[in-house]
């Protein structure tokens, strides 16, 4: 169990997805415009990890071990992923319309976000199990979310503010996502 809580600390707060690794920046940096898009593609990414590091998990162990064909594992989860997002995208297009309008373009992007095949990759170069698996991904799209809806807020909040014309827009992104950054290293301590 100490394993366990150690592996979501881990993946959620030290080892941030988009602010340590920095995987998964480009909708980290475009949906962050709101806090509302922000917390959707947080829940998209959130399901889209969790169930694709299930799936890869098992493919994995079960069919590419069993078969001797490790070496393929990037290109078959790249196509889980890519089904999932599909998955994904319907259930919000008839759930969730608004949501879906908002995500705009960011949605399908989910399939090529590299943080989601970074979660596979690291689970199975870290040779957690099926549980753990589970864990490290669920925790890494909390981390995700986190680090998308605390810059939604500061985006939010600095969006009327007198910013000096050279670093207004992309550039004042850039260095808030690099103080964030630096705040998440404190957590390396843990």
């Known amino acids: 169990m100490k394993e366990i809580i150690m592996i979501a600390i881990t993946a ?3 080892n941030n997805v988009v602010l340590s690794q920095f995987l998964g920046l480009c909708p980290f940096l475009g ?3 709101k806090v509302g898009p922000a917390v959707g593609m947080g829940a998209a990414v959130f399901f889209v990890i969790s169930i694709s590091s299930v799936v890869t998990k098992v493919i994995y162990d079960f069919v590419l071990v069993t078969l001797h ?4 594992n990037t290109i078959v989860f790249i196509l889980v992923i ?3 997002v599909q998955f ?3 259930f919000l297009k008839k759930a969730s319309p608004s949501l879906y309008e908002s995500l705009g373009v960011y949605l399908p992007l989910i399939t090529t976000n590299c943080a989601v095949l970074g979660v596979a990759i690291i689970n199975v170069q870290e040779g957690y199990n099926l549980l753990e698996s589970l864990v490290n991904g669920a925790f890494t799209a909390v981390g995700f979310t986190i680090a998308i ?3 939604a807020g500061i985006r939010e909040r600095i969006e009327f503010n007198d910013i000096p014309k050279p670093f207004k ?8 996502a690099g103080l964030m950054s630096i705040a998440f290293m404190g957590f390396s301590g843990l």
């Open 12 to 14: 959620s707060l030290i």
């Open 31 to 33: 949906v962050s415009k």
């Open 69 to 72: 064909l490790e070496y393929l």
């Open 82 to 84: 890519a089904a999932l």
């Open 88 to 90: 994904v995208e319907m």
């Open 149 to 151: 809806v605390i810059m």
């Open 169 to 176: 827009g992309m550039p004042i992104v850039l260095l808030t």
